[in-house]
């Protein structure tokens, strides 16, 4: 098992910036590729990032690319969402999850074994 807890959420204005993190317990963080979804009311929950075990690979969603970065420390069990230059399309509920390693369909929910509770993100016009 896996425990994750995001915090960092909160209400930010357009153009500003949010660091989200999520701390991991359990088995051992280094062993899951780690990612950040998001869900807006009334939509589907969607891959934003991910990024692999030992933090060298990293993917994004088009929607994010080049204002978001997720980073992970394996020493202190947490992954980390930078955002930056929030838009008002960024406001959700933010997720963090995990799995084994970087599947093919790592932009699909199904593809995670472990979430946490996640963490609101409003962005203000």
């Known amino acids: 098992q896996v425990q994750l807890v995001e915090s960092g959420g909160g209400l930010v204005q357009a153009g500003g910036s949010l660091r989200l993190s999520c701390a991991a317990s359990?088995?051992?963080?280094?062993?899951?590729?780690m990612a950040w979804f998001r869900q807006a009311p009334g939509k589907e929950r969607e891959f934003v990032a991910t990024v692999s075990r030992g933090g060298g690979s990293t993917y994004y969603a088009d929607s994010v690319k080049g204002r978001f970065t997720i980073s992970r420390d394996n020493a202190k069990n947490t992954v980390s969402l930078q955002m930056n230059n929030l838009r008002p399309e960024d406001t959700a509920v933010y997720y963090c999850?995990?799995?084994?390693?970087?599947?093919?369909?790592?932009?699909?929910?199904?593809?995670?074994?472990?979430w946490g509770q996640g963490t609101q993100v409003t962005v203000s016009s």
């Open positions: 359990g088995r051992t963080f280094s062993s899951y590729a």
């Open positions: 999850a995990a799995q084994p390693y970087i599947s093919r369909n790592y932009y699909y929910t199904s593809a995670y074994d472990y």
